[in-house]
């Protein structure tokens, strides 16, 4: 079964919107983290936001804040006043207690001037 | 930069033949993951290391093998190489083998591939 699902294979937004990414996860596990990555075209994969199945607040970074909403699974990453540079693949993640990580297929966002 | 060096970053080489692909963590990192990005099977996480130790495995096949040194650098051995082992190979580290800590830093990859 799909860990982690990411519906939205390419998505556009306006420079200087905000933009939302959906993502939504499956386990049985109580204990998990879910995780933001941004890969850019030229293939680095960059920490973006974290967010701990306890966690009572949601996680944001600067421009980056995450939508937890642990009874529908998911974890929507919003990237605020969007900029050409945000443009790149964007992975969620996952990782329980096994201790692995499991990732969606990616997001291709691209941001238009 | 994240601070994880992965060598080589590109890599072209024969059906059948073995490759080794080589990772260093982060300065003070023990854990050190590996990945498998290609087209068709997206990121996919291999094993993980811990001080040495493997923590984690996941979709690992039999035909590669990992280990990390007491130095911590990790290297990740593909042999009887295929055409779909064609894929990005990357490294993470962290500093903690905990389950649930929050981020693994990546290297930038090493690109393979099997011709």
């Known amino acids: 079964a799909q860990k982690i699902t990411q519906t939205q294979p390419g998505m556009f937004v306006q420079e200087k919107e905000a933009v939302t990414l959906d993502c939504t996860y499956d386990t049985s596990d109580p204990s998990y983290g879910l995780f933001w990555y941004k890969q850019p075209s030229s293939g680095e994969m960059i920490f973006l936001i974290y967010?701990?199945?306890?966690?009572?607040q949601n996680a944001t970074e600067g421009r980056y804040s995450l939508n937890f909403q642990k009874a529908r699974k998911s974890a929507n990453l919003v990237i605020s006043a969007s900029q050409l540079g945000d443009s790149a693949m964007y992975f969620c993640a996952m990782k329980d207690t096994g201790n692995q990580f499991y990732f969606g297929t990616g997001t291709s966002l691209t941001v238009i001037p | 930069d994240s601070g994880v060096t992965q060598t080589p970053k590109h890599l072209i080489t024969a059906t059948g033949q073995r490759v080794t692909l080589r990772c260093s963590p982060r300065s003070g990192d023990l854990s050190v993951y590996w990945y498998q990005q290609s087209l068709d099977q997206g990121l996919q996480f291999l094993i993980q290391y811990y001080n040495g130790e493997e923590r984690a495995k996941g979709n690992i096949l039999e035909r590669f093998s990992a280990q990390q040194f007491p130095d911590l650098h990790s290297e990740l051995n593909l042999s009887s190489l295929e055409l779909g082992d064609s894929a990005l190979y990357f490294c993470?580290?962290?500093?903690?083998?905990?389950?649930?800590?929050?981020?693994?830093?990546f290297g930038q990859g090493t690109r393979l591939t099997v011709v």
């Open positions: 993470a580290s962290s500093s903690s083998g905990a389950p649930l800590l929050p981020e693994a830093f």
């Open positions: 967010q701990g199945s306890y966690d009572q």
